[in-house]
Nanobody
Framework: QVQLVESGGGLVQAGGSLTLSCAASGNTGSANTIGWYRQAPGKQRELVASISNSGNTNVADSVKGRFTISRDNAKNNVYLQMNSLKAEDTAVYYC???????????????????WGQGTQVTVSS
């Protein structure tokens, strides 16, 4: 089993920045690929970025140029640096884990094996 715990959410003004962290514990080798999803009220959960154990990354077009995903394998942490935040970035952000890097890291939601509880990000306009 793998446990994923998100932190770093909060309230920020439009144009501001936040960095989310996802801490993995347990059998972390089962979650070599980590993704950040978000879900806004009334909307489907969407994948915004993912990273493989070796550092391959993919970022959704909606956040490209503003969000950066990175990881520190020694600490079993994955980060989502969010800059130039907009009101439409408001959502609960979840980290998810799966064994392999497939489909460029943007595999379907039901292929992710492990999920965190989420952290709220609210961007005020």
């Amino acid at each position: 089993q793998v446990q994923l715990v998100e932190s770093g959410g909060g309230l920020v003004q439009a144009g501001g920045s936040l960095t989310l962290s996802c801490a993995a514990s347990g059998n972390t080798g089962s979650a070599n690929t980590i993704g950040w999803y978000r879900q806004a009220p009334g909307k489907q959960r969407e994948l915004v970025a993912s990273i493989s154990n070796s550092g391959n990354t993919n970022v959704a077009d909606s956040v490209k140029g503003r969000f950066t995903i990175s990881r520190d394998n020694a600490k079993n942490n994955v980060y989502l640096q969010m800059n130039s935040l907009k009101a439409e970035d408001t959502a609960v952000y979840y980290c998810a884990g799966q064994l392999s890097w497939v489909l460029g890291g943007f595999s379907p939601r039901n292929s992710w094996d492990y999920w965190g509880q989420g952290t709220q990000v609210t961007v005020s306009s």
